[in-house]
């Protein structure tokens, strides 16, 4: 199996494995629905909310949960192909496509399994100045994210052939 492939599923299966578990425990353990409780003081809270929408409250009107959906599995399919395209020895490339992926699928799922929305409980913030509620799989999203922009900027670009004199 080449390096790739090998850090794309340490990547992913976990995370994928995680989201869920966190997900049903979240869902589970954290109820009623909106109300924080406190895990590190005021600056963590796990809060359980049930988002219709995508990241930021971006919504797709009455065609959110489809929408989103389509656009999850769009979104996996550039992926497995970004990796498929790649040097059999980017393993930075491969872990960060992991973990999109496993993110783009972990809310996949939610969205297929009920209208009810994407569990998020992950609730950062000080006081009143709160970041968005969101979960593991988002988490990886903006990880693998950022991690594949390292790696586009660690890659050499070709150098422009010299022209003739």
Do not use: C
């Not at 919504?59 to 949960?65: T, Y």
């Not at 497995?80 to 999109?100: D, E, K, N, T």
């Not at 006081?127 to 999203?141: E, I, K, M, Q």
């Amino acid at each position: 199996m080449q390096p790739k492939v090998r850090f794309f599923l340490a990547a992913a299966l976990p995370l994928l494995l995680a989201d869920r578990a966190s997900k049903v425990l979240a869902y589970a353990d954290l109820q009623p629905i909106g109300i924080p409780h406190q895990a590190i003081g005021d600056v963590v809270r796990l809060t359980l909310l049930l988002n219709r929408n995508a990241a930021l409250d971006v919504s797709l009107g009455s065609w959110s949960r489809w929408g989103f959906a389509l656009i999850a599995v769009i979104g996996v399919i550039v992926v497995v192909r970004l990796l498929w395209r790649s040097q059999p020895q980017a393993r930075l490339r491969g872990m960060a496509l992991g973990l999109i992926a496993a993110g783009a699928i972990g809310n996949l799922v939610d969205r297929l399994r009920w209208d009810r929305g994407v569990v998020d409980f992950i609730d950062l913030g000080l006081g009143s100045h709160r970041f968005w509620t969101f979960n593991l799989a988002d988490a990886g999203v903006m990880t693998g994210a950022f991690l594949l922009a390292v790696a586009f900027s660690r890659e050499t670009s070709p150098k422009p052939a010299s022209p003739d004199r």
